[in-house]
């Protein structure tokens, strides 16, 4: 089995084209949006490489031609056309304002949109997935797909795709007006572009390279916080808090050391960039400043001005481009997790063409049924047993030894890896998975219940019980107390109520879904004496003329069961009733008079 807190490293470049064509099919299926990003994205774009030239027109059309008249008549001529270009500018202005606030508003719901899509696929694909799947992922790194994963993987749909249309409008809107104006000016800052490039490519890389080492810290950070505040209990009865405290310490280090890489190379950017950028203008001065003096090359002084923008401006588009590829470079590996999940198979299915079971009986019948959850460590071998409908069955032995696994296969949490199960004569493969779970009952260890009152969790599953039907079961189970407080909260996982409170609420749940055969892994084995003497009651009630496979840490709780089998290293090593095992003084003999029972003391 895999080890759920090592994180999978994802390192090197991965063909970014298909995981964009994925990733956009999603904001595809919200074409108004993508489609008011994209347009008024490019509007902006372009409204913003016209600024140079109507600076030009400025300078061209009115300073300079006023600079050569008389002061008396500049001052009104000036403001005239101060009014007229002011009024232009501001025009432009104005109109992409309403451009910003429409991309924004269309980028804010693609991201909206692809998140709650991603967040629902994967959920819904954890509703479907086998046990098998959970015994390999830790809840840390579900929690990270669910969530960080899910948000990187939206922004490039969104304000990557936004930053990556405005950057390609605008180098592409500002090139053909450079050149347009003049070819010569437009060489001297397009030259220094691959310069740009070349930087940018490699310096993106190394802070992709620190900020994928920082995020799987991060997700290691996750599980480990998640693993030792859910073992809280476990740390502090045995003195741990120190090593844990360590342990968490050395990882939070390691991330504050990749993390600070990342973010030094992040700072280095934008100055190199702007240095980039200054000498693009610097020769965009020099050489425009000379052919202006030299009047001979059709330069003025507004084409120097609107050229010496181009030069400073053209630079943050590039940069907007590049952040794109870098974060959707680094999205890759967070997109990977997301796809494997959304994409990820049962391993137990229902076959094609396989009907519902009818009304079961609770016959049960494993017929040389092997298993293993490792190829090479093998739980059950050739296993045989018959359990009759209605019967209470009860298994006991030591831990690890195949009680747990024989009551999954039976529940269809697995399947056999060889033989077959059979319910009613019929191999549970060829009936719906659905029709024998609805008439299926499991009660936990550690019973489970979810946030909201105790009505809510009784009605679990059976949403139309009424209140008088989960009252009479309540009483069946004797969990009477609970009658009069249905509207009660129980907390997350059901903190306000004891372990005990929780497990008759656990039964008569159960109960309340009349299954025909009930499956009890251990229900007694974490509640005191007083609680499990009333918890058997329950227990009682529960398998009353019902199919019942009981698995048992306190003996005491399966002395009425109809058969008790003895499991060993996936065998039955003994078989019987509970006074004909006592009496052959064997290994379940030894098991009782182990945990000191009266009735082997007598």
Not at 165 to 186: C, E, K, N, P, Q
Not at 234 to 239: A, C, D, E, L, R
Not at 512 to 522: G, Q, S
């Amino acid at each position: 089995m895999e080890n759920q807190l090592e994180e999978q490293e994802f390192t090197g470049q991965k063909p970014l084209w298909p995981f964009l064509k994925r990733i956009f099919a999603y904001s595809r299926q919200y074409p108004r949006y993508l489609w008011l990003l994209v347009i008024s994205a490019t509007g902006v774009a372009l409204l913003d490489s016209a600024y140079p030239i109507l600076w030009a027109a400025y300078i061209d059309g009115l300073v300079a031609p006023l600079a050569q008249q008389p002061p008396a008549q500049r001052a009104a001529q000036m403001a005239a056309g101060f009014w007229r270009y002011g009024g232009l500018y501001l025009g432009v202005i104005l109109v992409q304002v309403v451009g910003i606030w429409a991309f924004i508003v269309a980028a804010g719901r693609l991201m909206e949109h692809v998140i709650y899509d991603l967040r629902k696929l994967m959920f819904d694909n954890l509703q479907r997935l086998s046990f098998s799947f959970y015994d390999r992922s830790a809840v840390g790194w579900l929690l990270a797909r669910l969530s960080s994963d899910t948000d990187r993987v939206a922004e490039v749909i969104s304000w990557g795709l936004l930053e990556l249309v405005w950057g390609i409008s605008m180098i592409a809107a500002s090139m053909l007006a450079m050149f347009w104006i003049d070819w010569r000016l437009a060489l001297a800052v397009v030259l220094t572009i691959p310069v740009l490039l070349l930087l940018s490519v490699r310096l993106r890389m190394l802070i992709l390279k620190y900020s994928r080492q920082a995020r799987k810290m991060n997700s290691e950070m996750t599980a480990n916080f998640n693993e030792n505040i859910n073992g809280l209990e476990v740390n502090k009865t045995t003195g741990q808090e120190e090593r844990a405290t360590a342990q968490f310490r050395q990882m939070s280090d390691r991330m504050r050391q990749f993390s600070y890489k990342s973010f030094f190379y992040s700072a280095m950017y934008l100055p190199l960039v702007v240095m980039t950028g200054s000498v693009a203008a610097a020769a965009v001065i020099y050489l425009g400043g000379n052919l202006a003096l030299a009047q001979t090359g059709g330069i003025s002084v507004g084409i120097l001005a609107a050229f010496f923008g181009y030069a400073r401006h053209i630079f943050e588009p590039i940069l907007d481009i590049t952040r794109f590829y870098a974060t959707a470079q680094s999205s890759i590996s967070a997109g990977e997790r997301i796809f494997s999940l959304i994409d990820e198979q049962p391993a137990i299915t229902d076959r094609p063409g396989v009907t519902d079971y009818g009304p079961l009986r609770g016959e049960i019948e494993f017929r040389q049924v092997d298993f293993h959850y490792v190829a090479d460590k093998p739980i059950l071998r050739g296993f045989n047993l018959r359990i009759r409908a209605g019967e209470q069955v009860a298994l006991v032995g030591p831990t690890g030894e195949g009680k747990s696994t024989l009551a999954s296969l039976v529940c269809r949490f697995y399947e056999p890896t060889g033989g077959s199960l059979l319910i009613e004569g019929t191999d549970y493969r060829e009936r719906t998975l659905h029709s024998l779970r609805r008439q299926l009952g499991v009660i936990l260890q550690t019973p489970h219940l979810f946030a909201g009152t105790l009505r809510d969790n009784l009605r679990y599953g059976h949403a139309q019980a009424t209140d008088q039907e989960i009252a009479q079961v309540l009483q069946l189970v004797g969990g009477e107390d609970f009658i009069p407080r249905l509207d009660e909260q129980v907390g997350e996982e059901g903190g306000n109520l004891s372990v005990g409170e929780k497990q008759l609420i656990s039964f008569a749940r159960t109960m309340l879904k009349d299954p025909k055969i009930v499956v009890m892994d251990e229900a007694t084995s974490s509640v005191d004496t007083l609680a499990e003497a009333r918890i058997q009651r329950g227990m009682a009630q529960l398998v009353r003329g019902r199919t019942a496979i009981i698995i048992a840490h306190r003996l005491s709780t399966i002395r009425n069961a109809d058969r008790i089998l003895v499991i060993r290293q996936g065998q039955i090593l003994e078989e019987g009733t509970h006074q004909a095992l006592l009496e052959r003084q064997g290994a379940y003999y030894a098991l009782y008079t182990r945990q000191g029972s009266p009735q082997a003391d007598t």
